[in-house]
């Protein structure tokens, strides 16, 4: 990955709660302008963790980066109250679909433009035009619509904040196939047409590696792995562990899992 275009690049971080609990060791990660970066792991592993260093969010929940830095435009940031980062662009899609229940989709979507609010209609239609299913929806309310919608909505709603970096954590999840499929599609869409960086949080790990060109493999709150995504498809760290797939194409079972994941080569 470049050096020179950066948005936002965590320099060996480390992140406690309660001032006693170190969750994550020595975190080094680049997002590029304009590109599109993976983070995986199994639960656990602090991927959750890592977005709310970068949004501020852990100082809500009593944690607090203890070492390092994280730069957003060439700025650090990790001092900053949520509240700041946000305003300077920074937006974190929060996993569990976080709708305002009793607003309609599309009161929710003008939540998203409080920090911006010149150009609202302007970039209501654009939501619009990405997620035409939320204009369908745009009078109903937020609680009513079926999960997938929701996903779409949440995003959109960052939409209309105008981001400079988004942090999707989990979008897929408890998602049917097909709304996953098109709520990537949409995804790949929004950072190659807005040019807008995405750091993205996934569990679905083929999935994830087919969307994003570059990705950090996290475990137990470090990084053992990064490499573009095409490489660590044929790593068989990867194929084996995360994939699930054998040199042969066969699927493991959840005994060799097991076994495998105390033998991994870089936790040796």
Avoid at 27 to 53: D, R
Avoid at 62 to 81: N, Q
Wanted: with cysteine; aromatic share 6%; proline share 4%.
């Amino acid at each position: 990955m470049s050096e020179n275009n950066e948005i936002l690049k965590i320099n060996n971080i480390e992140v406690r709660y309660h001032e006693v609990i170190l969750v994550l060791k020595g975190v080094s990660i680049k997002i590029p302008e304009g590109g599109i970066v993976a983070l995986l792991g199994a639960n656990g592993a602090g991927k959750s963790t890592t977005l709310k260093a970068i949004s501020g969010l852990l100082n809500h929940e009593d944690g607090e980066v203890t070492d390092g830095s994280i730069e957003f435009m060439g700025e650090r940031i990790h001092k900053l109250p949520a509240e700041e980062i946000s305003r300077r662009g920074i937006f974190q899609i929060i996993e569990g679909r976080r709708v305002f229940e009793h607003l309609t989709v599309e009161e929710n979507l003008m939540v998203g433009g409080h920090l911006r609010p010149s150009g609202l209609k302007e970039r209501l239609d654009m939501v619009y035009h990405y997620f035409p299913r939320l204009k369908e929806r745009r009078n109903i309310m937020a609680g009513f619509v079926s999960g997938g919608e929701q996903q779409m909505c949440v995003i959109g709603r960052a939409m209309m904040a105008q981001p400079k970096l988004m942090l999707l954590d989990e979008p897929s999840m408890g998602l049917a196939p097909l709304l996953i499929k098109e709520i990537f599609e949409i995804i790949q869409r929004l950072n190659r047409e807005e040019k807008i960086p995405i750091l993205l949080v996934e569990q679905n790990v083929k999935l994830a590696l087919t969307v994003a060109p570059h990705a950090y493999v996290m475990e137990n709150g470090r990084i053992v792995m990064d490499d573009t995504s095409e490489k660590l498809k044929e790593n068989p760290d990867i194929r084996d562990f995360y994939l699930g797939l054998t040199d042969v194409g066969g699927r493991k079972s959840f005994r060799e899992v097991k076994h495998y994941k105390r033998r991994k080569r870089w936790l040796a």
